[in-house]
C-alpha cells in the first residue's frame, strides 16, 4: 500500500480574474458539469467555490502525480470534486480511475480524501491518496 499527500493554496481573485477574462473556455476546460453547476449555484460565493475546487483538483494532482505519465492538463476534468448529501466534498474516484488506469500500469487507486476550505480571497485544499 501507498499513502501520498497533496496540498494547494490559490488565492480567489486570480480564478475570479481567469473566469471574467476567459469566460466558458476557461471553466469548461477546468471544471464538469456538475462542479459548474454547483459553483454557479453558490451565488456571492461562486468564486470561492470555484477556487477551492481548483486547488483540490491541483491537490490530488501533486498526490497521484508520481503514479502518472502525462501531463496535468489532461487530468483537469478527471478529477471531478462533487459533494455528499451533507454537504462534505469528496473525488469522484470512479472517474479518476477509469481515466488515469489507461496511462497506468501496475497502479490500483484505493481511495482519495480531500479536504477543502475558503476564507475571504484565499481558498486551499488537501488531499490524501491510497493506492496499490
Known amino acids: 500500500m501507498r499513502i501520498t499527500t497533496g496540498i494547494d ?11 471574467e477574462d476567459l469566460g466558458d473556455s476557461f471553466l469548461n476546460r477546468i471544471y464538469t458539469e456538475k462542479e459548474i453547476q454547483y459553483c454557479e449555484a453558490s451565488k456571492a460565493m461562486k468564486y470561492q467555490h470555484y477556487a477551492a475546487r481548483f486547488a483540490a ?3 490530488v494532482f501533486k498526490a497521484i502525480s508520481e503514479f502518472i505519465n502525462g501531463r496535468e492538463d489532461a487530468l483537469w476534468k478527471n478529477i471531478e470534486v462533487l459533494n455528499n448529501e ?15 488506469s489507461k496511462t497506468v500500469d ?3 487507486l484505493e481511495s482519495i480524501d480531500v479536504s477543502l476550505s475558503h476564507v475571504g480571497e484565499v481558498a486551499v485544499a488537501s488531499a490524501v491518496l491510497v493506492a496499490k
Not at 451533507?86 to 488515469?100: F, H, T
Request: with cysteine; proline share 3%; aromatic share 6%.
Open 9 to 19: 493554496i490559490i488565492e480567489v481573485d486570480r480564478i475570479r480574474k481567469a473566469i
Open 57 to 59: 483538483k491541483e491537490a
Open 86 to 100: 451533507c454537504g462534505k466534498p469528496y473525488i469522484n474516484v470512479d472517474k479518476l480511475r477509469e481515466n488515469i
Open 106 to 108: 501496475d497502479f490500483t
